[in-house]
C-alpha cells in the first residue's frame, strides 16, 4: 500500500526540485494526465485496502487512462471544443468516490483495530 504513495512522494520531490516548466500549449495535457494519474494512484489504494489489488491491472489502468485521457484533450483541440473538461469531470468524481472509500476502509481498519485491542485487554483482566 505504501509503495505507490512513496513514488507519489519521490515524484513530487523531484518534480520541485528540478527547474523544468511546460510550455502553456500543453498545460491542458499535463492537467488532465495528472489528474488521471491520480486517479488510479488512489483506485491502486483502494484496491490494496479492499486486498484486491493487482498489478498488471494497476499499471495497464495508469498508462490506459493517461492516453485516453491525453486523447480526449487532443480530439477536443482538433474538434475545437473543450472535450477535455469531460474527461475532468470523469477523473474528479472518481478520484473522490477513490478517496470517500479509503477514508470508510480505514475509519473501518481502524475501529476493528480498537474494539480487538479493547477485548484483548478484557481477557486479560479476566486471565489475571
Known amino acids: 500500500m505504501l509503495l505507490p504513495a512513496l513514488f507519489l512522494i519521490i515524484g513530487l520531490f523531484l518534480g520541485f526540485m528540478t527547474n523544468f516548466t511546460i510550455?502553456?500549449?500543453?498545460?491542458d495535457y499535463l492537467s488532465i494526465a495528472v489528474l488521471a494519474a491520480l486517479d488510479t494512484l488512489f483506485g491502486g489504494i483502494r484496491a490494496q485496502l479492499d486486498s484486491k489489488?493487482?498489478?498488471?491491472?494497476?499499471?495497464?489502468?495508469?498508462?490506459?487512462?493517461?492516453?485516453?485521457a491525453?486523447?480526449?484533450?487532443?480530439?477536443?483541440?482538433?474538434?475545437?471544443?473543450?472535450?477535455?473538461?469531460?474527461?475532468?469531470f470523469a477523473f474528479g468524481v472518481r478520484l473522490f468516490q477513490n478517496l470517500a472509500i479509503i477514508?470508510?476502509?480505514?475509519?473501518?481498519?481502524?475501529y476493528q483495530y480498537k474494539k480487538l485491542k479493547k477485548n484483548k485487554e478484557?481477557?486479560?483482566?479476566?486471565?489475571s
Not at 477514508?103 to 481502524?110: A, C, G, I, N, P
Request: charged residues 15%; aromatic residues 18%.
Open 23 to 27: 510550455p502553456d500549449v500543453y498545460s
Open 122 to 127: 478484557i481477557s486479560t483482566k479476566m486471565n
Open 53 to 68: 489489488f493487482d498489478q498488471q491491472v494497476f499499471i495497464s489502468g495508469f498508462f490506459f487512462n493517461v492516453s485516453l
Open 70 to 88: 491525453a486523447f480526449l484533450a487532443f480530439l477536443g483541440v482538433q474538434l475545437g471544443i473543450d472535450l477535455y473538461l469531460a474527461a475532468i
Open 103 to 110: 477514508r470508510r476502509l480505514l475509519l473501518d481498519k481502524y
